[in-house]
């Protein structure tokens, strides 16, 4: 079976721009959650989604970043007007549910976004 | 309160030894400790989880320890191999947050040949 899936691997762009990375998460996986990974540093929680409604975005550091998942199944994180700081790996990670307090949550491996 | 802190930021063990990394919280909220396993281009893995109605955890080589007054919790790695040469991260989940991790910043082991 498939893991988590995330596409591009790797994006270049130039500040100002704006930017759309994709999430394939684990079929049947109905919980679906965006970190940020900065360099040295652990993820950090940016949104969650149950089933297509986005359960809390408080992690979203500003209205630059917007995430969607239209159908329940793939999500599509989005940066407006990218700057430098915004350079970090993004993960997706799904779960069967998203049980407070746990469950298992299976990663993907990233896009490495770069903001010259 | 939403903090984890691990220590150390960085470890070296001798092949067969034992690597040993502690994480602290605040958040008594929290009812669920994991610890990730991440290597270079790679997604965090599970490695293994506990909670705290539980002391103790064991999975093959891997032991967590939980000190619930302390708000502390540690992974043991036992007969530590090359190939256990990763970045580790804790992390911590509670009821009501809609089991989003909260991350320590990461332990980088190597373990020497």
């Known amino acids: 079976g498939a893991g988590v899936s995330q596409t591009p691997s790797n994006k270049v762009t130039e500040k100002g721009k704006y930017v759309e990375l994709r999430c394939d998460p684990i079929?049947?996986?109905?919980?679906l959650y965006w970190y940020r990974q900065s360099l040295g540093q652990g993820p950090e929680f940016l949104i969650y989604?149950?089933?297509?409604?986005?359960?809390?975005d408080s992690g979203l550091p500003n209205d630059r970043f917007f995430a969607v998942r239209p159908e329940g199944s793939v999500s599509t994180l989005k940066i407006q007007r990218t700057e430098r700081g915004d350079s970090a790996v993004y993960l997706c990670?799904?779960?069967?549910?998203?049980?407070?307090?746990?469950?298992?949550?299976?990663f993907g491996p990233g896009t490495r976004l770069t903001v010259l | 309160q939403q903090q984890v802190k691990q220590s150390p930021q960085s470890l070296i063990v001798q092949k067969g030894g034992i690597s040993i990394i502690n994480c602290a919280y605040e958040?008594?909220?929290?009812?669920?400790f994991p610890w990730y396993q991440q290597f270079p281009g790679k997604g965090p893995a599970l490695l293994i989880a506990?909670?705290?109605?539980?002391s103790e955890k064991k999975e093959g080589r891997f032991t967590i320890s939980f000190n619930k007054s302390a708000k502390q919790f540690s992974l043991h790695i036992m007969d530590s191999q090359p190939g256990d040469s990763a970045t580790y991260f804790c992390a911590a989940s509670g009821s009501g947050n809609t089991g989003k991790l909260i991350f320590g910043q990461g332990t980088t082991l190597q373990v020497k040949p």
């Open positions: 506990i909670r705290p109605d539980v």
């Open positions: 958040n008594t909220a929290f009812d669920y």
């Open positions: 990670a799904s779960s069967v549910m998203g049980l407070a307090g746990g469950g298992e949550q299976f």
């Open positions: 989604f149950q089933g297509t409604g986005a359960a809390d």
């Open positions: 079929s049947g996986h109905t919980a």
